[in-house]
């Protein structure tokens, strides 16, 4: 079936760091991949998303390439703010069998001062 | 601006009392999802709907029931409130059909059950 994998967290890192967060998944055919942010006490919003492979998602510094071959989406940013600091899902969309969204465990990350 | 709203924010109740927690989108979006948010589960999907009168299970729908009388509302009953209950639950709805499946969400409900 469908699954998502992503890193544990938490993950703690000083201000302007570089921020990768693993997602791997499993599925059949050609699904789309997303990463999603939750700030604290709101719910999730979309970050970025990719429809197909080598794609590359990005929004807000954050980037991520949609690799078939390795059936990664990995997140990454150049340098983290404090305002970062969030819950992050990576999450994938199948091609077929209606409209549900599969999520992974979320990544909590911390960015000090 | 369209929006997706849940009420109450907060609410805590009893074990075996009806709880019904409110879902409102004003997106005009066909389908829409219950989902529930625990410490090391992530999101797991409880219900959810791709249109009017439709309504189907997701992965943890014990002890849960919606209905879909209209496209911009679907209530979450627990019937019978348990402790195992208490969680954070989060609606959210998305276009049906055309490409990518984003999904937009509410704020959330927290819910205890004592």
């Known amino acids: 079936g469908n699954s998502v994998t992503q890193m544990e967290g938490p993950v703690t890192l000083s201000e302007e760091a570089f921020l990768t967060i693993n997602c791997t998944y499993t599925?059949?055919?050609?699904?789309?991949l997303f990463w999603y942010v939750q700030y604290p006490g709101e719910g999730l919003q979309l970050l970025l998303k990719?429809?197909?492979?080598?794609d590359k998602g990005s929004n807000k510094g954050f980037e991520a390439t949609y690799r078939k071959e390795t059936t990664s989406f990995h997140l990454e940013k150049g340098s983290v703010q404090v305002s970062d600091s969030a819950v992050y899902f990576c999450?994938?969309?199948?091609?077929?069998?209606?409209?549900?969204?599969?999520f992974g465990a979320g990544t909590r990350l911390f960015v000090k001062a | 601006d369209a929006e997706i709203t849940q009420s109450p924010r907060h609410k805590i109740t009893e074990t075996g009392r009806q709880v019904t927690l409110a879902c409102h989108q004003t997106?005009?979006?066909?389908?829409m999802f219950w989902y529930r948010q625990d410490l090391g589960h992530g999101l797991r999907l409880i219900h959810y709907?791709?249109?009017?009168?439709?309504?189907n299970k997701g992965e943890v729908s014990d002890g849960y029931s919606v209905s879909r009388s209209n496209t911009e509302d679907l209530p979450l009953t627990l019937e019978s409130a348990a402790s195992s209950q208490t969680s954070v639950y989060f609606c959210?709805?998305?276009?049906?059909?055309?490409?990518?499946?984003?999904?937009?969400f509410g704020p959330g409900t927290r819910l205890t059950v004592l």
């Open positions: 599925a059949t055919g050609y699904p789309s």
């Open positions: 999450a994938l969309s199948p091609d077929t069998g209606g409209f549900k969204t599969i």
């Open positions: 709907s791709y249109g009017v009168q439709d309504t």
């Open positions: 997106w005009n979006h066909n389908n």
């Open positions: 959210a709805s998305s276009e049906a059909g055309g490409g990518v499946n984003e999904q937009f």
């Open positions: 990719a429809t197909k492979a080598d």
